[in-house]
């Protein structure tokens, strides 16, 4: 069995470990990112799943990542949610930190909602909500290198032009308005971490044409244009990039950051899954 072959088996083992667990075919897929899982606590979830029981899925080892499947019908469209993310930083390759959004696609979602914490660059400030409108992959690496042309990518290369929809971007930014939430529109620069950048790499990543800085989100994306899903990206910045803390510094004061803006984010969340089922349903 060729590396290729064993991958899309091992998404077709996760596949068809979770479809006679749901009663619905998820049509939104929804990514939580450091400190920001809380959210799926509170909706009322039809079916929950450890990642640590679905075959081929990565563990979450990072704080602030609680490594479930969430499936719920009750907020709009029918969504599956992954409370926290694998890493390349973890020692996953793109492809298994991936695998995950290959999983969703399978199981029916169309349309791809990814959260992160970040870190504020040039005028954005920490505390903002960033609407991602494009990124800057800068891991040095790629999830489709290699990949199985069966599961990803059918021609080969992938059109990352206008990666975050136009469309959800819209939507995205009038939810925000009738929630009564500021929203920035950036881009973000996407590193492997897990070291947090110098001053020296925040100016630079400034001067590329970033306004936030993360160690994820990038990979899924590429994923998903493969895959023909709809993405949309928010990210919580929740420190200043290149900069000493003066409160409680590295990831502890990230998740506490991002837990602090809970109510803001799922005001925000809401209105966008809202909007998306009502979007779906016409």
Request: a neutral charge; hydrophobic letters at 45%; proline letters at 6%.
């Amino acid at each position: 069995m060729t590396d290729d072959a064993f991958r899309s088996a091992v998404v077709e083992k996760a596949v068809e470990y979770l479809r006679p667990k749901l009663p619905f075919a998820p049509e939104v897929g929804l990514i939580l990112g450091s400190g920001l899982g809380g959210y799926a606590e509170r909706l009322p979830a039809t079916v929950v799943a450890p990642y640590a029981d679905i075959p081929g899925f990565p563990p979450c080892a990072v704080e602030g990542h609680a490594g479930r499947l969430v499936l719920t019908d009750r907020c709009g469209p029918r969504v599956a949610i992954l409370q926290g993310r694998a890493h390349r930083y973890e020692g996953h390759s793109l492809e298994v930190v991936t695998r995950p959004v290959r999983v969703l696609a399978a199981l029916g979602v169309r349309t791809l909602v990814v959260t992160c914490a970040a870190g504020a660059l040039g005028m954005a400030q920490p505390g903002e909500l960033l609407l991602i409108e494009d990124h800057l992959n800068l891991m040095g690496d790629n999830p489709l290198i290699g990949a199985d042309r069966g599961g990803v990518g059918r021609a080969g290369f992938v059109e990352m032009a206008g990666a975050y929809d136009p469309r959800l971007l819209t939507l995205a930014e009038d939810a925000a308005r009738a929630s009564a939430v500021p929203l920035r529109r950036g881009v973000l620069a996407c590193l492997t971490g897990p070291s947090y950048e110098t001053a020296a790499e925040a100016a630079m990543l400034a001067r590329l044409g970033a306004q936030a800085v993360s160690m994820s989100v990038a990979p899924e994306v590429i994923v998903a244009r493969a895959l023909g899903l709809r993405v949309l990206g928010l990210a919580v910045l929740t420190n200043r990039a290149g900069a000493r803390a003066e409160g409680p510094g590295g990831h502890l004061g990230v998740v506490a950051i991002a837990h602090g803006r809970a109510a803001q984010v799922g005001a925000l969340l809401d209105e966008v899954l809202r909007r998306l089922g009502r979007s779906s349903g016409s």
